[in-house]
């Protein structure tokens, strides 16, 4: 008997006693193996097989059937190796003994389809998941078999080394990796991702990184780059990474924005190049700020290496620009564009609105693409200026006649509209082409009334109009009818040249573009624009939407031929039937924003009467007002912020208030840079309300407002002064100029000091008082307080900030100081509010004080942007001394304000740096706060600005005044 055959019958036997059909299975799997092993190879495999018996019957059978099949891709001596992995899963548990089962029967599958190294490092994987989750390195297991069509086999082994490195670190998100990174993965360039996930395991390894969560970002970033620049990004990035690993993930993160912002490679390398500089001076902190561009001096290299122009960062030009040129109700909205190439809008229901994409970078430079902003705020405020929504049902236009009379007679029921344009629009059956109609011509108007008012604006509309045109879509892949619109489009831009149409159509074409010529006139008038898109239509309709290869002959150049307005419109027969395509006109420029008669409501009124006929009177029971959509996200972030449950109430109330929005940089003490343009902050009047709340406050402290105001009167200042001991002045001190004869006599010398003059004394100062209206205001004082009354319940702390800022008021109005009362709150960087309740250079009246009994609370507390606001008020007030008072009842929180929800260190430094610039500005500020805690973070914020901590807030009335009666001496 030989050596093997020994070896064989000695496992036989114990095998046989723990289950006979292991005994019979390991026969027959020794048989197979054993030619093709030594004896100290077949030795180890009957020791796994015992070893793994006594642990788990099923385990034992799945390893001993699975080893004859997997022995074809495996080595002699890599067998051992195999079944040692397989067994390490078994731990002993039913999970563990399955998942070892699981791998021996799918290693035949594993091995035909991956490396053989391969299976080993994802059998390690597994055995790491393991000692977390048996779950998760079950469903791992499953997923490692599509591996093989997903991630090509020259980046299998990075791919699994960095599962090894997410097992130890992260192993929640395994299931991620398998699941989702092939697939990220496939939109890098071949070659960069290797060096990608080699990259990523570098980073993950010497930070805190977690792998799969970068390599998403990594992935979605290079996914906006065209792939054959990946490979040298990568290659940047690893060159970076060999300084600071997390300043490498932080470019890579930002790499895809980057580049759509510079023009090439080079551009890039020299951002590279500038955030290293920063490394070495500044420190990782910074620089991973700068990588981020979330700090003013990213901004500011940007801008110096390409030409492309954040709305951000122009927002308050822009404001300015569309204010002079279409008045204070001008307001500009950050839009983006939806799937069909048009404006994606939010509806508004006062106000006139602008949308303006996020960034313009159209042009070679940073000039031109603000130019090409300019243009864009020109033309949509010039709709407001030059009559567009002005348009009355039924009115002749100053070259065409009103069809409206005419066309009803051909509609079976009667016309109705929330406003003139949509009851015209109702007219016609085919309202997406009559829509795209109206927009181009009276666009083309528009654009000739800016040139006639502006002319200094022309060079720079003839720009972005040609510019226009070279991103239109070429004509004969379009249905005959888009393309006819197209052409249309194209002649409103001012570019004839451009225009195509096949020669056997052009009297068609021709005609058409003498009608559209009508409204270039610079007398025009948009009932002309309305009535010339009519006409259009009409054409319009009779070209079938057929593909316009169909189109007999060759496709020319069209200019406008000189068919006088009437002539008869050639007809188009012979189209084979039912081939047409579906119909949508081809969407306008960017720049021109969308002509859409539901955009501004308020601007046409209602009109029901027949035509020529007044519509202000006439009743609108027929009229269905669209229903709006409440901001649900604002008011769950209210609520989260301790709103109110009227928090939906004020949210659709708010919609109708007229908000003036403008941006503040917010300080990154990490950066130790400011982030451009971060914050936005909405200024709105306060709520109006009655007289009740200021004048029971007046009567339930009556003796303290007497109090009050007596000590304020004697701050006040004498009108004039009396200066005594003159040489000169303007009138003669009687006693003193006895006295001097009598010394004059007496030969004692006296200067002539007896001369006096009264001196006009004018105090100048001007306080900003800023009141906290977060959330957190709700809370009732304590439980002791008695009620103020039975119906209000027990005081809030926003009720004591009320209270005191009547006594103030009514303290401010015996001295004769300037004074403004505001209060803020907001959710999020992107929506500060910023009430105001009385501006610096406003009357007290009855407005103003219903409003201070409308103050309520809101929801989190945004310090920084709402001091930068009131700091900008107060500079542009004249006053020799100007003090900021903000009153708060905790330290500044908000969303995002930091990097975590529970981080206070941010938003204390942005504050402090707040206060710090009005320092520097001749602002004296002064915080207050009715949190007892308070000198925790304010000894941090204030350090050299003066505070005070009120630990009983029932004495916020009493306090408030006396404060600033100390400050403003």
């Not at 001596?77 to 079944?83: F, T, V």
């Not at 006439?618 to 109110?644: F, H, K, Q, Y």
């Not at 103030?808 to 009362?821: F, N, P, Q, W």
């Not at 929800?901 to 915080?927: C, H, M, N, W």
């Amino acid at each position: 008997m030989t050596g093997k055959q020994q070896l064989i019958e000695r496992s036989t036997a114990p095998l046989g006693e723990i289950q006979a059909l292991l005994a019979e299975q390991f026969i027959d799997a020794a048989h197979v193996l054993a030619p093709n092993l030594d004896d100290s190879q077949l030795g180890q495999w009957c020791d796994h097989c015992m070893d793994l018996a006594s642990r788990s019957p099923r385990v034992a059978s799945a390893f001993m059937l699975a080893a004859p099949q997997v022995l074809p891709y495996l080595e002699a001596d890599q067998l051992a190796s195999w079944a040692d992995r397989g067994s390490r899963l078994c731990g002993g548990s039913w999970k563990s003994i399955g998942l070892a089962a699981s791998f021996y029967e799918g290693s035949t599958r594993l091995f035909a389809l991956l490396p053989t190294e391969a299976v080993f490092q994802l059998a390690d994987i597994l055995r790491e998941l393991s000692l977390h989750s048996i779950e998760t390195a079950a469903r791992c297991l499953t997923q490692a078999s599509t591996l093989r069509n997903k991630v090509p086999q020259e980046v299998l082994t990075a791919f699994l080394d960095l599962g090894m490195l997410v097992a130890r670190n992260s192993w929640i998100h395994a299931t991620l990796l398998f699941e989702k990174g092939p697939t990220q993965l496939a939109g890098i360039a071949a070659n960069t991702r290797s060096p990608l996930l080699v990259l990523i395991h570098r980073i993950c390894t010497d930070t805190r990184e977690q792998p799969h969560g970068l390599l998403t970002d990594l992935c979605d970033s290079l996914a906006e780059i065209d792939t054959p620049e990946h490979h040298k990004l990568v290659d940047l990035a690893g060159q970076l990474a060999l300084k600071n690993p997390t300043v490498a993930a932080e470019f890579l993160r930002s790499a895809g924005v980057v580049r759509k912002r510079l023009s090439d490679l080079q551009s890039m390398t020299l951002w590279l190049e500038s955030g290293l500089a920063l490394l070495e001076v500044h420190g990782d902190k910074t620089t991973q700020a700068y990588f981020r561009i979330d700090s003013a001096y990213a901004e500011e290299i940007l801008s110096a290496l390409s030409g492309s122009v954040q709305f951000e960062s122009v927002a308050g030009v822009l404001q300015l620009y569309g204010k002079a040129l279409g008045g204070d109700d001008v307001r500009l909205h950050i839009t983006g564009v939806n799937d069909h190439g048009r404006y994606s809008q939010v509806q508004v229901d006062e106000g006139e609105v602008v949308y303006l994409p996020p960034a313009m970078d159209d042009f070679g430079d940073r000039r031109a693409n603000l130019q090409a902003y300019k243009v864009s705020v020109a033309h949509q405020t010039g709709r407001f200026t030059f009559g567009s929504f002005e348009y009355r049902y039924g009115d002749h236009g100053h070259y065409l006649k009103s069809s409206t009379l005419l066309r009803e007679k051909s509609l079976p029921a009667g016309i109705t509209g929330a406003s003139n344009l949509q009851r015209f629009l109702a007219l016609f059956p085919e309202r997406l082409l009559m829509e795209g109609l109206l927009a181009l011509v009276e666009d083309a108007r528009v654009e000739v009334c800016l040139v006639e008012e502006y002319p200094g604006l022309s060079r720079s509309l003839r720009r972005v109009q040609r510019h226009a045109v070279e991103q239109r879509p070429e004509l004969q892949t379009l249905g005959l009818r888009q393309a006819f619109i197209e052409n249309l489009l194209r002649a409103s831009l001012a570019c004839p040249e451009a225009i195509r149409w096949p020669r056997c159509y052009m009297a068609t074409l021709a005609h058409a573009l003498g009608i559209l010529g009508i409204v270039r006139n610079s007398d025009a008038t948009v009932h002309d624009s309305v009535e010339a898109a009519a006409l259009l239509y009409d054409i319009s309709e009779t070209i079938p939407n057929v593909p316009s290869r169909l189109a007999e002959g060759i496709w020319i150049p069209g200019q406008a031929a000189d068919i006088p307005y009437g002539s008869s419109l050639p007809p188009v027969e012979n189209w084979p039937d039912g081939i047409e395509m579906p119909f949508e006109p081809p969407p306008g420029p960017l720049f021109r924003g969308e002509f859409n008669a539901e955009t501004v409501r308020s601007s046409t009124s209602p009109d029901v009467g027949r035509a020529g006929e007044s519509s202000l009177d006439a009743p609108l029971e027929s009229v269905e007002e669209p229903e709006e959509e409440a901001d649900m996200e604002a008011i769950e972030a209210g609520l989260d912020a301790g709103g109110t449950d009227t928090e939906a109430d004020e949210v659709a109330e708010e919609e109708s208030t007229i908000v003036e929005w403008c941006y503040y940089d917010e300080w990154d003490f990490r950066a130790n840079d400011y982030r451009k343009g971060w914050c936005r902050l909405g200024q709105r009047p306060a709520n109006p309300g009655d007289l009740d709340y200021y004048d029971q406050t007046l009567h339930r402290y009556h003796n303290l407002v007497a109090e009050t105001r007596y000590q304020f009167e004697l701050l006040r200042p004498e009108v004039h002064r009396k200066l005594k001991r003159l040489e000169d002045g303007h009138e003669i001190d009687l006693d003193q100029a006895i006295e001097f004869q009598i010394d004059k006599k007496a030969g004692a010398g006296p200067s002539a000091r007896f001369y006096s003059r009264r001196d006009k004394v004018e105090r100048s100062v001007a306080v900003a008082l800023l009141l906290d209206m977060s959330g957190s205001t709700d809370e009732a004082l304590d439980a002791r307080e008695p009620f103020r009354d039975a119906v209000n319940g027990p005081a809030r702390i926003i009720d004591v900030e009320k209270e005191a800022t009547v006594l103030m008021i009514e303290a401010l109005e015996a001295i004769g100081d300037a004074y403004g009362v505001y209060g803020f709150s907001g959710y999020g960087r992107n929506n500060v509010e910023f009430h105001v309740i009385k501006e610096l250079d406003e009357k007290l009246d009855d407005v103003t004080k219903g409003r201070i009994g409308q103050i309520e609370p809101r929801r989190s507390t945004r310090m920084g942007a709402a001091i930068r606001h009131a700091r900008a008020k107060l500079i542009d007030y004249p006053a020799k001394v100007r003090i900021l008072m903000l009153v708060s009842d905790g330290r500044p929180q908000d969303l995002g304000y930091g990097r975590e929800a529970s981080e206070r260190e941010y938003a204390i430094r942005d504050t402090r740096q707040a206060l710090i610039e009005g320092k520097v500005d001749g602002i004296v500020p002064f915080l207050i706060t009715v949190d007892a805690q308070g000198h925790e973070y304010l000894r941090e914020m204030c350090q050299d600005i003066s505070y005070e901590v009120i630990a009983d807030i029932s004495s916020l009335p009493r306090r408030l005044p006396a404060i600033y009666a100390d400050a403003a001496r």
